[in-house]
């Protein structure tokens, strides 16, 4: 009797352990639901290392398109934190998806208006919306490697078959048959395969193991593209048809796969306590089971890789477009956002830069190219990139940080915060000579309109050639399809290229004593020079103050430093 009261107990705990674990995890959902709703445009903390970028530009650079941005323009505008400011996915195939769709600039006016579309069924579809983040979350992400890493490496484990297998299996079958006529025949044979099955599992294990990781992901790719399938499945009209139709189709080519897929995308653990595990890996190690269905699932997926881009790409670009009507939510809350609008002219009213908490908006329209000049710190570089990254802005996300935007369809280059190439032997002079010429280049080229944007014109080398190359370069940035946006510290260009660009400027204040940057785009070019100021509101000895004034004054009225 108390055997069995003692048995009764360690049941009903273990059935209270299994009930509360269903219930937490129920409660886990449910909050995670509930936030997704009630902080819906509130960005997550996470953390960023060059590990995950690596992962997020494999997708990228496996889908090449033209008018993607460039390396240099996506360093130069800082393309790394807008990303991660309106990183609001919850699955690497929906971050990585994110990431390529910032850098492709090139979009079609059709498909920036597919996308707005899903942004916007979204955005007004809550219970869709979290639906989707829900199953996004459950897919999770993969680590330290993008899923095309291994999908690309699959040819690195050669051609597989099973035929060994099969018949170390089938001698295992037949001197266990053979053992109540041979046994100690039979046994010795048995021990035989059985020891070189275990010494041959354990070697093809350790070859398969990282891409199991894969696998698995495929496999949990392709149960959220059938659960999306069921709750996004709307009439045909509906803006998410066909990427659910996209997911149906991705998902019906690998479904061989899921038939004893458990063998290979579920482990035991030797070393843990379920005997069921136990059994089933020594199971394994013995009839070579998960290597048989491995190589069967390998063969699927080798001839159907491209079903998992269309469940990647369908399922990432969804989570991709909910992404941006949270980040849109967010921008309402500050400093407002608009849709941007095809036209012939660029023309952005109150554009701001979108990490900027408290920004001066400025307004432009630019009928040819522009020549910022002005003080150190007005805010010219920040003004430049605030007009070259809304262009990006509205070919990637279509949502703009502007009042309203207006402008054709750009390829978009920059110069801009470029340094010395130690890896490559490269000074600064070289590199920013390189970086401007596939822009020249890009231009001669013809094909689409061209916007770019130029900061500090051949800043490595000495003034005089400065001036004259910069001017020739700038002339030759000066034609049909080219809109440059350039800014300088020498007020020459602005009466060299009077005739080709419109002169804007950013001045500072002196109040009290103290330097002010009202950071207020302005017409005509700049007619103050603070450089000198600033050495004496920093506080250096008044003595080298006024030989500085002085130079300058000697050269500004005789032309000359001597």
């Not at 269903?22 to 995670?32: G, L, Y």
């Not at 001669?444 to 003034?463: F, K, S």
Request: aromatic letters at 10%; one cysteine or more; a negative charge.
């Amino acid at each position: 009797m108390e055997y069995l009261i003692f048995f009764a107990c360690v049941a009903a705990f273990l059935v209270f352990m299994v009930i509360q674990g269903v219930v937490q995890d129920r409660k886990k959902s449910r909050n995670f639901e509930k936030s997704l709703r009630e902080d819906y445009g509130r960005l997550r903390e996470r953390e960023y290392n060059p590990d995950r970028f690596q992962r997020m530009d494999r997708f990228f650079r496996k889908h090449p398109l033209e008018g993607q941005l460039d390396d240099i323009t996506w360093n130069d505008l800082g393309m790394d934190e807008i990303f991660k400011s309106m990183n609001h996915t919850y699955s690497s195939i929906g971050e990585e998806y994110l990431y390529h769709t910032l850098r492709s600039a090139g979009r079609s006016a059709e498909e920036l208006e597919h996308l707005e579309e899903l942004v916007r069924y979204f955005a007004e579809n809550e219970d869709e919306r979290v639906s989707l983040q829900v199953n996004m979350a459950k897919l999770g992400y993969m680590g330290k490697y993008s899923l095309y890493d291994y999908l690309d490496n699959l040819d690195y484990l050669g051609e597989r078959s099973n035929l060994k297998h099969y018949l170390s299996d089938a001698l295992l079958v037949m001197f266990l048959a053979l053992m109540p006529f041979q046994l100690s025949v039979a046994l010795c044979g048995f021990l035989a395969v059985l020891i070189y099955n275990i010494l041959g599992y354990t070697k093809e294990k350790s070859e398969i193991e990282p891409y199991v990781v894969s696998f698995v992901y495929v496999m949990k790719l392709m149960k959220l593209c059938a659960r999306l399938e069921q709750l996004l499945k709307k009439e045909e009209a509906s803006p998410v048809a066909g990427e659910v139709q996209r997911m149906s189709q991705g998902r019906r080519k690998l479904q061989a796969m899921e038939r004893g897929s458990s063998l290979v995308t579920y482990g035991g653990d030797l070393t843990g306590g379920n005997p069921v595990e136990v059994l089933l890996d020594y199971l394994k190690m013995a009839f070579h089971v998960d290597l048989i269905q491995f190589n069967r699932m390998l063969k699927i997926l080798r001839e159907h890789v491209d079903a998992v881009d269309e469940m990647a790409e369908s399922a990432g670009g969804l989570e991709t477009a909910v992404a941006i009507g949270a980040w849109r939510h967010g921008l309402e809350q500050g400093n407002g956002y608009c849709v941007p609008v095809q036209g012939p002219v660029y023309e952005c009213v109150n554009g701001y830069h979108p990490l900027l908490t408290h920004p001066v908006k400025n307004t432009i329209r630019a009928e040819r190219g522009v020549l910022l000049t002005g003080s150190n710190a007005s805010g010219k570089s920040t003004f430049l990139k605030t007009c070259i990254l809304n262009a990006v802005l509205a070919q990637t996300v279509h949502t703009c940080t502007a009042e309203s935007y207006r402008a054709p369809l750009f390829r978009i280059f920059t110069s801009m915060a470029l340094r010395d190439d130690l890896a490559g032997g490269d000074s600064y002079y070289i590199v920013e000579i390189k970086s401007l010429k596939r822009i020249l280049s890009a231009a001669m080229a013809g094909g689409p309109p061209i916007l770019c944007a130029v900061d500090e014109v051949l800043r490595g080398t000495n003034t005089v050639e400065r001036i004259a190359a910069s001017t020739q370069i700038l002339k030759s940035l000066h034609r049909d399809g080219v809109l440059c946006f350039a800014a300088t510290h020498d007020i020459e260009l602005t009466d060299l290229l009077a005739e080709d660009y419109d002169n804007y400027h950013f001045e500072e204040e002196i109040v009290d004593g103290d330097i002010r940057f009202p950071y207020r785009l302005l017409p005509g070019k700049a007619t103050t020079r603070n450089a000198i100021k600033l050495l004496e509101l920093i506080g250096y000895d008044r003595e080298i103050i006024e030989r500085a004034e002085s130079l300058a004054g000697r050269f500004l009225s005789e032309g000359s430093w001597i």
